[in-house]
């Protein structure tokens, strides 16, 4: 347990944390009252209040996982309730609502009622959390300004707007399961309602001259950015004035975050963000490089050096490398880091490695970098994206031939599949594609390697009649058809294909991994995809953004941006294929 506890605080996140962490909910999952669930309650009282919060919060998804109330582990959160540390407090009062929900009730509302501040508002967020909690309405009169504020449902009154002036801040505290403040809150109240109402409450709350109230309204429209595809062009003028000098420095920075994850909204507030790079370049260097503005290039490559995860790096660098920037320095910094950093493979290498990639045949200097990570033998995830990155370099990963030769083993296994898609890309060889397309397994269990060797095959020379009845027969034995074996049938096969490709293809129209690629494929199709009309407009035109699931709220709503655009260009190009054809027509 302390060697767990001592790499958790060291990295939460690491592989050897996740499994131990899994090993310890196994077994209190499977006895609640042995002794690794004993171990686990007492260390709550650690004398280390940053260990006391970790187990706290790892008891409390446990207690989730039971679904009934858990004695022992609500006796441990009412003992740490009169805690000296603040977020302990809250920590323990979000596990009493876990482990014993009748218990947290009456606390909260009862005879003998918790008195301390912090505990009764954790207590409240934890219990409101349900949107169809019986407790709100008892809870909108209570006598705490944040606990009323936290039951309102939206900012509609007088009484909300001067309980948020008054207690605003303290919603969302450290040590809670969630961080909401008012604004997240009433956001996500008003999904699946009137959008129109969200953009009224959120230029209310942006009018009014306290930064409790304006940060509300940069969070409520965060939510509403991420839900409808009209928020944009609503809400910008409303946050637009929050990105000046005059705003106060919290709500501006929130701000720049929110307004530049949006590809839209970064669009709209080009000048402003761009304004903002030296002040705020956490936050407006990604969002510029996103859109390819190379005015970020240079923060940019501050943040790649001092290894900032994917999340903020990688998209950018695509961004640029995509708008035909020059992305030099980018892969300097990126090969600089991997240099600093030798042996890392963390999120940051991995992010390092992603600059890479993105930047193609520019990172040809950073191979001997990737070709480290490559031998590294404690970090497979990390040699494939080194593999995908010598492979995206293409020729000038020349060098990289050999050891990649010694690792390919004939692509049995994903990670070898991508070594052997990485020679050849690296090549060009076609006698080696032909090599690894004999050695496909007949199940094709490695639908997406077969997808990427036929599509190379067809984009360089052509595809041969064996390759053409690989993918008949895949289409007429697998249980569903992967778009880009249909796009390969109807690029080679033409008319022949096209019922195939119309019957495939806008099934993926949904999706971020396929559905901006199938568009692309129905736009080269021209009038032969008109069938496949409606199902673009339906993705083109809907109001509420198609969820993608990627990991990230933010990814998502981009991924959104560019499947509708997508969409919206095969729409186009279909109707003026239609158009040609009609005007061809005697």
Same mark, same amino acid.
């Given at each position: ?105 009456e606390l909260l509302t009862g005879a003998g009622r918790e008195r301390d501040p912090v505990a009764r508002l954790a207590l409240a967020e934890a219990l409101l959390l349900r949107p169809d909690a019986p407790q709100r309405q008892l ?81 409520? *429209?965060?939510?509403? #950015? +991420?839900?409808?595809? @009209? /928020?944009?062009?609503?809400? =910008?003028?409303? &946050?637009?004035? %929050? !990105? $000046? ?106 992010? *390092?490695?992603?600059? #890479? +990639?993105?930047?193609? @045949? /520019?990172?040809?200097?950073? =191979?001997?970098? &990737?070709?480290? %990570? !490559? $031998? ?128 495939? !293809? ?81």
């Amino acid at each position: 347990m302390e060697t767990w506890i001592r790499e958790a605080r060291r990295d939460p996140a690491s592989a050897a944390c996740g499994l131990v962490r899994r090993v310890i909910f196994d077994a209190v999952l499977a006895d609640r009252t042995g002794p690794v669930a004993v171990r686990l309650l007492g260390a709550t009282a650690d004398e280390r209040a940053d260990v006391r919060i970790l187990l706290l919060e790892i008891v409390t998804g446990l207690s989730g996982c039971i679904h009934d109330p858990w004695p022992e582990a609500a006796a441990a959160a009412v003992a740490r309730l009169r805690d000296p540390d603040e977020l302990v407090r809250r920590a323990a009062a979000w596990l009493l609502a876990e482990a014993d929900h009748r218990q947290a009730v009456e606390l909260l509302t009862g005879a003998g009622r918790e008195r301390d501040p912090v505990a009764r508002l954790a207590l409240a967020e934890a219990l409101l959390l349900r949107p169809d909690a019986p407790q709100r309405q008892l809870l909108a009169a209570d006598r705490d300004p944040a606990i009323r504020l936290r039951a309102a449902r939206r900012p509609d009154t007088d009484a909300v707007l001067a309980d948020l002036d008054a207690g605003g801040a303290r919603l969302g505290g450290p040590g809670g399961r969630v961080n909401w403040g008012a604004g997240t809150v009433w956001g996500l109240a008003a999904r699946g309602g009137d959008e129109n109402s969200c953009y009224e409450h959120v230029g209310l709350l942006a009018a009014r001259d306290t930064a409790v109230a304006q940060r509300a309204a940069v969070d409520m *429209a965060e939510v509403a #950015l +991420r839900e409808w595809r @009209a /928020a944009p062009q609503a809400l =910008v003028p409303h &946050l637009r004035p %929050l !990105l $000046g000098a005059a705003a106060d420095p919290g709500v501006r920075a929130a701000a720049a975050a929110v307004l530049g994850s949006p590809l839209e909204t970064t669009r709209l507030c080009v000048g402003e963000l761009a304004g903002l790079l030296d002040e705020l370049p956490d936050a407006a260097a990604p969002a510029l490089a996103r859109i390819g503005d190379a005015r970020a290039l240079p923060q940019l490559c501050r943040l790649v050096a001092e290894g900032r995860t994917a999340e903020v790096v990688g998209e950018a660098a695509e961004g640029l490398a995509e708008a035909g920037a020059d992305v030099g320095p980018l892969v300097a910094a990126a090969a600089e880091f991997l240099d600093r950093h030798e042996g890392a493979t963390d999120r940051s290498a991995a992010a *390092a490695v992603g600059v #890479l +990639r993105a930047c193609g @045949a /520019a990172s040809a200097v950073a =191979v001997r970098q &990737l070709l480290r %990570l !490559l $031998g590294a033998d404690d970090a497979g995830w990390l040699r494939t994206r080194a593999a995908l990155a010598l492979g995206e370099i293409g020729p000038g990963a020349a060098a990289a031939v050999p050891l990649l030769e010694g690792l390919a083993g004939g692509g049995r296994t994903r990670f070898e599949g991508h070594v052997e898609m990485a020679l050849i890309r690296i090549t060009g060889e076609r006698r080696r594609a032909d090599r690894l397309f004999a050695r496909l397994p007949a199940s094709r269990r490695n639908a997406s390697l077969a997808a990427d060797l036929l599509e190379w095959f067809a984009e360089h020379g052509g595809l041969e009649p064996q390759h053409v009845a690989y993918l008949w027969e895949a289409v007429d034995t697998e249980g569903a058809v992967h778009p880009k074996w249909a796009a390969a049938l109807w690029r080679h096969e033409g008319a022949a294909a096209a019922a195939l490709a119309l019957g495939t !293809l806008p099934r993926a129209l949904d999706g971020e991994l396929y559905g901006p690629y199938a568009c692309t494929v129905l736009g080269d199709m021209g009038a032969t995809a008109a069938p496949a009309v409606p199902a673009l407009r339906a993705v083109a035109g809907r109001a509420v953004r198609v969820a993608l699931y990627t990991g990230s709220f933010d990814r998502d709503t981009r991924g959104d941006e560019r499947l509708a655009a997508a969409a919206r260009e095969a729409l186009h190009r279909i109707g003026e294929a239609a158009a040609g054809r009609a005007d061809d027509t005697p």
